[in-house]
Antibody
Framework: QVQLQESGPGLVKPSETLSLTCTVS??????????WSWIRQSPGQGLEWIGF???????SYNPSLKSRVTISQSTSKNQFSLKLTSVNAADTAVYYC????????????WGQGILVTVSS | EIVLTQSPGSLSLSPGERATLSCRAS???????LVWYQQKPGQAPRLLIY???SRAAGIPDRFSGSASGTDFTLTISRLEPEDFAVYYC?????????FGQGTKLEIK
C-alpha cells in the first residue's frame, strides 16, 4: 500500500516561495501506476486541485495557479515536490500530496496533510 | 471548468436516519469520472464511491451512489455515529479537476 508524507516549513512570508516535499513509500514514483498530485484546503474551506506529475516528467496544473506552481520529482529519493511562488495570505492552507491512479483516475492514497501559514 | 454544486451545505440528522446528499455538475460529466470522499476533522479525505455508484474497498453497503445526467447523489441508508463528517464530490473527467464545496453532516 502506498504511503505518502508531506514535509516542509509551516510558515512562509508573503511574496516568498512555498516549498513542500512528499516522500512516497510502498510504491515507486518511477512507475507508471500513478499521477503524483498536490491538493490544498484553505482553513474551513473546500478542496482545490493544484496539479500532478507523472513518472515521465509530464505535468498538469490548475490554471488558477499555473503561473506560480512547479511540481518536480526526485526518483532517487522517491519524492516529489511542490513550489508555489509569490505567496500571499490566500495561500494559507493544508497541503496534501496524493496518488491518482493512472488506470482508475481517482485520488486513492493521501498524506496526512501539512498546514502552511503565510504570514510575516 | 466544471463546477460541482453540492446541496445542502449542511444536514442535521439522527443516527439511524437516511441521508441524501446531492452534487450537480455545471456541464456534462460522464459518471465514470465522479467520486465521493468523506473527510473527518484533522484527516485526509477517504474515498467512498467511484464511478458515481461503486463502493470503494472496505466501504459499508449503507453507502450508495447514483447518477442521473449531471445530477449525482450519495445516500447513506442508516446513519451510524461514525458517518457524521463532511462529504465532497470530485470530478476528474475534465481539467482542471474540481471538488464540490462539501456537505457537512451533523448529528441532530
Amino acid at each position: 500500500q502506498v504511503q505518502l508524507q508531506e514535509s516542509g516549513p509551516g510558515l512562509v512570508k508573503p511574496s516568498e516561495t512555498l516549498s513542500l516535499t512528499c516522500t512516497v513509500s510502498g510504491g515507486s514514483i518511477s512507475g507508471d501506476s500513478y499521477y503524483w498530485s498536490w491538493i490544498r484546503q484553505s482553513p474551513g474551506q473546500g478542496l482545490e486541485w493544484i496539479g500532478f506529475i507523472y513518472y515521465s516528467g509530464s505535468t498538469s496544473y490548475n490554471p488558477s495557479l499555473k503561473s506560480r506552481v512547479t511540481i518536480s520529482q526526485s526518483t532517487s529519493k522517491n519524492q516529489f515536490s511542490l513550489k508555489l511562488t509569490s505567496v500571499n495570505a490566500a495561500d494559507t492552507a493544508v497541503y496534501y500530496c496524493s496518488s491518482r491512479g493512472y488506470s482508475s483516475g481517482w485520488l486513492d492514497y493521501w498524506g496526512q496533510g501539512i498546514l502552511v501559514t503565510v504570514s510575516s | 471548468e466544471i463546477v460541482l454544486t453540492q446541496s445542502p451545505g449542511s444536514l442535521s440528522l439522527s443516527p439511524g436516519e437516511r441521508a441524501t446528499l446531492s452534487c450537480r455538475a455545471s456541464q456534462s460529466l460522464r459518471s465514470t469520472y465522479l467520486v465521493w470522499y468523506q473527510q473527518k476533522p484533522g484527516q485526509a479525505p477517504r474515498l467512498l464511491i467511484y464511478g458515481a455508484s461503486s463502493r470503494a474497498a472496505g466501504i459499508p453497503d449503507r453507502f450508495s451512489g447514483s447518477a442521473s445526467g449531471t445530477d449525482f447523489t450519495l445516500t447513506i441508508s442508516r446513519l451510524e455515529p461514525e458517518d457524521f463528517a463532511v462529504y465532497y464530490c470530485h470530478q476528474y473527467g475534465s481539467s482542471p479537476f474540481t471538488f464540490g464545496q462539501g456537505t457537512k453532516l451533523e448529528i441532530k
